[in-house]
């Protein structure tokens, strides 16, 4: 339904698929067994998950065979009409008829997952199943976890079946299209275009984009999609083709520059004034947190972002630096607890405790309070000590042609300080070690553990060391 070129690609040409990521698999992962908790709301069913995704007809012949003999709970039943094959979660035979429910990991209904809805619903009612009903089950978000995981309030049971029927008219004409284009030679000329990530990434834009350089008008940053597209449309990829009457804001015509002129922008008074107005000891600090669908800890969210690790660079006005570290255990205690202890007595009392991008430590360190009101005074008092030192990057105070338009520490450090790479470790963002931590805890990490934890220490303290690093370029202006 995204794009009627991925469909054929899909069906002919699966061999330009770009391979699915680390990151991709765990959500795929987290989907799994999400779908495995929801199927407990309605407890006691038939699986009729065939043993192959490219052999779903044996699905359809199971499903069929279990309606017939009167099992009332089905999981992954499918249903075929008119050469479209549809999969659902569960069917449930009720007092008064079928219900269908598809369970996503989301914390709400999309348009995306309605008309997903609206696919199922027209082909299992076509194959002669009277559904009074068709919902979608996702994950309820302000439920908090207390003992025992409870399905019934973890999920919200959410029916779309008013805008199914609104969609339906529309899908039978959809579906023939999407017939025809598959039996073509070869496939449809579609062009790129904000439908290549909306609602998602495609797998094929590995094959469709590769004549977009690697850096472009793509990149330039916070310029909306529609306003790419029109760039891209008149054959303009490379910034020196930008025409001059274009509309672009200061800080995106800065970022062309840059690049065309091979320039630096700093604004040394600006810079000067930050670094004026920093209180020593420096504390560079950096969270690292994981998180879960399914809350793991009593008093947590679904999807709560969890603290499990900080790295922390002290910086004395002498010159002198330390470094401490906290990486939680994950041996079913709560990782929060000893967290909060090791930061405080970490931390000190005075001196600027030095964030990169402040939203996130503060919105942690605002939780731990919740978590534990017993230490409000000594966190708070560490979040009146914050300062950012993403600012002068994000008010391009000091902007140079390889950030290419980004504030992300990823981009600046190797622009400050190339030497300092984070190319030589074995984990390089902050997602591969939320995986790696959530993996351990939920006991399903497949390496070598006291390999990944030294990992998980190397990657959160160059973390902090890059910031006294790109502090002290910044002193040097
Ligand atoms: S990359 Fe874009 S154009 Fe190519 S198949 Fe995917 S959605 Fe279609």
């Known amino acids: 339904m995204q794009c009627e070129k991925a469909l054929y ?17 765990a959500i795929f992962d987290q989907g799994t067994s999400v779908g495995e908790l929801a199927c407990q709301l309605f407890p006691g069913g038939v699986d009729c998950t065939p043993e192959s995704y490219f052999d779903f ?32 979660d569960i069917l449930v035979k009720h007092d008064d008829g079928w219900r269908a429910y598809e369970v996503k990991s989301s914390t709400k209904v999309s348009e995306t997952y309605e008309l997903d809805a609206t ?20 994950i309820n978000n302000q439920c908090v976890k207390n003992g025992p995981i409870d399905v019934h309030q973890l ?47 495609c797998d094929f834009a590995g094959h469709c984009w590769k004549h977009v350089p690697d850096y472009s008008i793509f990149n330039i940053a916070r310029l909306k999609a529609d306003k790419k597209f029109e760039l891209h449309d008149k054959n303009i990829m490379h910034f020196k083709d930008i025409p001059e009457e274009f509309p672009l804001n200061d800080k995106q015509w800065m970022q062309v520059q840059s690049e065309i002129r091979n320039e630096n922008f700093i604004d040394s008074p600006a810079i000067k004034k930050f670094v004026g107005d920093l209180n020593y000891p ?12 399914v809350p793991i800890f009593d008093g947590s969210r679904p999807y709560q972002q969890l603290v499990f690790q900080y790295s922390l660079h002290i910086e004395h006005e002498d010159g002198r630096v330390e470094h401490k570290e906290y990486l939680a255990e994950t041996n079913g205690e709560d990782p929060r607890v000893q967290f909060i202890e090791r930061l405080i007595e970490d931390c000190g009392q005075v001196g600027d405790v030095m964030v990169y991008n402040i939203g996130f430590e503060r919105g942690k360190l605002n939780d ?21 030192l993403m600012i002068p990057f994000q008010q391009r105070w000091y902007y140079t042609p390889e950030m290419q338009g980004s504030y992300s520490i990823k981009k600046v450090l190797p622009a400050l300080v190339p030497e300092l790479s984070y ?55």
């Open 368 to 388: 731990l309070i919740d978590f534990s009101p017993l230490h409000v005074r000594q966190i708070q008092g560490i979040i009146d000590r914050l300062k950012d």
């Open 57 to 88: 007809q044996k699905a359809v012949i199971r499903t069929k065979e279990e309606i017939e003999k009167g099992t009332r709970i089905i999981y992954e039943a499918a249903f075929q009409f008119n050469g479209v094959l549809a999969a659902l």
């Open 423 to 477: 190319k030589n470790l074995n984990i390089q963002e902050g997602g591969t070690a939320s995986t790696a931590f959530t993996q351990m805890l939920q006991g399903n990490f497949e390496g070598d553990i006291e390999q990944v934890r030294k990992d998980l220490l190397a990657y959160c303290e160059l973390d902090t060391l890059a910031m006294v690093r790109i502090l002290a370029k910044l002193k040097d202006v």
């Open 119 to 138: 696919i199922q619903y027209y082909t299992i009612v076509n194959s002669g199943i009277d559904l009074k009903d068709i919902s979608i089950i996702h």
């Open 155 to 201: 999920f919200t049971i959410a029916s779309v079946k008013e805008r199914v029927l609104e969609l339906l008219p529309g899908i039978p004409n959809k579906a023939a299209f999407l017939k025809k284009v598959l039996q073509q030679p070869n496939a449809p000329l579609k062009d790129i275009g904000p439908h290549c990530s909306d609602p998602y990434q």
């Open 282 to 293: 420096i504390y560079h600090l950096d969270f690292e947190t994981f998180t879960s669908a």
């Open 9 to 25: 690609l899909n069906k002919h040409h699966r061999e330009l698929k770009s391979e699915v990521t680390a990151a991709q698999e």
